[in-house]
C-alpha cells in the first residue's frame, strides 16, 4: 500500500510543472513521510567534521519542508537515472548518495519507478538515527528488496569498494553560500572516486559576486508559507553584478583545486554605491541538465552578505577567500 502510495507522489512531483503544483506535491510527501517515520529524530546530534557540520537527524528530515529543492532534486535525478539506464541497459545503475539524511529523500521515492535489479546504491549518514531511520522506511515501505547497503560514515574520508563504480553520485548537505555544511569537502571527495561517465549531482554549483543592497534582495525565511519561483521574485534593481567566482563541478576539482581554499582575482571598489552598499555572494544551482535552481528559491540558495561597502575605507581593491579546510566561510583582503 504505501509503496503505492509513494509511487504516485513522486510520479506527480516529476510531471508538476508549475510552482503552485511543485509545493502540492512536495507537501504529500512531507506528510508521507511524517505519517510513516517512527524513529525519533533529535535536534542534538550535529556533528562537527572537517569540513563543515553534518546535520542533526531532526534538521535533516526538516529539508524535506524545503519545497522546491526537494522537487527539483528529485526531477533533476529521476533524469540522470533515466539517462542512465538509457546508456546502460544491461547492468544495475550504481548510486552513491552521501548525506541520505533519515529520509534518503532524493532517492527513496525515486526506487519504485525503476526494477530492482537496475538499482544499486550506498547510502552513506554519519548519523547514526538517519541510518536506523532509512532501514525503517525501507521495511515500512516495501523497499527493502533493492539492493542497497546503508553505511554509518564520514563521507568526507569515504573510499567506495573497488567492485563500485559510481554512475551517479548524489550530495545535497549545503547551506547558503556554501557556508557551515560539508558539501564542498563531500565533493571533493566522491569527484576523486568518480570515473569520466559518472554524473555528479548537483551537477553545478555556481557561485557569483555582485554589490547590492542586501535587505532588498529577495531571500526564502519561511519555506512552508511564502515559496515562489525565481520569475515570481523581483531582485533587486540595482543588483550590480561583478564575477562569476567560481563553479563547483567534477571539472574543476579534477583540475583547479589542490587545497581547501579558493581564491578570488582582487576586485576594483566602486567609488559611489548608495544604491548597492553590500558586496554578497549569490548561488545557483543545476542540479541536472536543464532542471536549475534559481535564488532564493530555497534555503541552500538565498544571497549572503560578505562585508558592508561602508565598512571599507581607503582601499582601491578587495579578494573574496573561500576557505572549506574547517568550517566552510567566507574572508576578504584589501588592496591598499
Excluded at 567506495?160 to 551517479?168: A, S, V, Y
Excluded at 571527495?189 to 529577495?218: C, K, M, W
Excluded at 583547479?256 to 576586485?267: D, G, L, R
Excluded at 567609488?271 to 545557483?284: K, Q, R, Y
Amino acid at each position: 500500500m504505501y509503496k503505492q502510495e509513494l509511487a504516485i507522489i513522486v510520479q506527480s512531483i516529476i510531471a508538476s510543472n508549475t510552482v503552485d503544483e511543485h509545493i502540492k506535491h512536495a507537501k504529500e510527501l512531507s506528510g508521507f513521510y511524517g505519517k510513516i517515520s517512527t524513529v525519533q529524530h533529535s535536534k542534538n546530534n550535529e556533528t562537527l567534521i572537517k569540513g563543515g557540520i553534518a546535520l542533526s537527524s531532526s534538521g535533516a528530515a526538516d529539508c524535506v519542508d524545503d519545497y522546491l529543492r526537494t522537487v527539483f532534486f528529485i526531477k533533476g535525478i529521476y533524469k540522470a537515472l533515466t539517462k542512465l539506464s538509457n546508456d546502460f541497459p544491461e547492468r544495475s545503475i550504481n548510486i552513491l548518495y552521501a548525506g541520505c539524511g533519515p529520509y534518503a529523500t532524493l532517492i527513496l521515492p525515486l526506487l519504485s519507478l525503476f526494477d530492482e535489479d537496475r538499482i544499486n546504491a550506498i547510502l552513506l549518514d554519519i548519523n547514526a538515527k538517519s541510518i536506523e531511520s532509512v532501514y525503517h522506511l525501507l521495511s515500512v515501505i516495501g523497499l527493502d528488496q533493492y539492493q542497497l547497503q546503508l553505511i554509518e560514515t564520514d563521507a568526507t574520508t569515504y573510499t567506495k569498494p573497488e567492485n563500485f563504480t559510481i554512475d551517479l553520485a548524489i550530495s545535497e548537505t549545503m547551506h547558503y553560500a556554501l557556508t557551515s555544511e560539508p558539501q564542498v569537502a563531500i565533493t571533493r571527495n566522491i569527484v576523486s572516486q568518480l570515473p569520466a561517465h559518472g554524473i555528479l549531482i548537483p551537477q553545478e554549483i555556481r557561485i557569483d559576486l555582485a554589490y547590492t543592497f542586501f535587505d532588498y534582495e529577495p531571500s526564502l525565511k519561511n519555506a512552508k508559507q511564502e515559496v515562489k519561483g525565481h520569475k515570481q521574485m523581483q531582485p533587486y534593481p540595482h543588483n550590480v553584478f561583478v564575477d562569476r567566482l567560481f563553479t563547483i563541478n567534477k571539472e574543476l576539482f579534477g583540475s583547479v583545486i589542490h587545497n581547501s581554499k579558493i581564491e578570488s582575482n582582487f576586485y576594483d571598489l566602486p567609488a559611489h554605491f548608495d544604491n548597492h552598499p553590500d558586496i554578497c555572494i549569490f548561488t545557483e544551482l543545476k542540479i541536472f541538465d536543464n532542471i536549475e535552481l534559481k535564488t532564493a528559491e530555497s534555503y541552500i540558495t538565498n544571497p549572503y552578505c560578505v562585508v558592508s561597502l561602508y565598512s571599507i575605507k581607503d582601499y582601491s581593491g578587495i579578494q573574496f577567500v573561500y576557505d572549506f579546510s574547517e568550517m566552510p566561510k567566507w574572508s576578504y583582503t584589501l588592496k591598499d
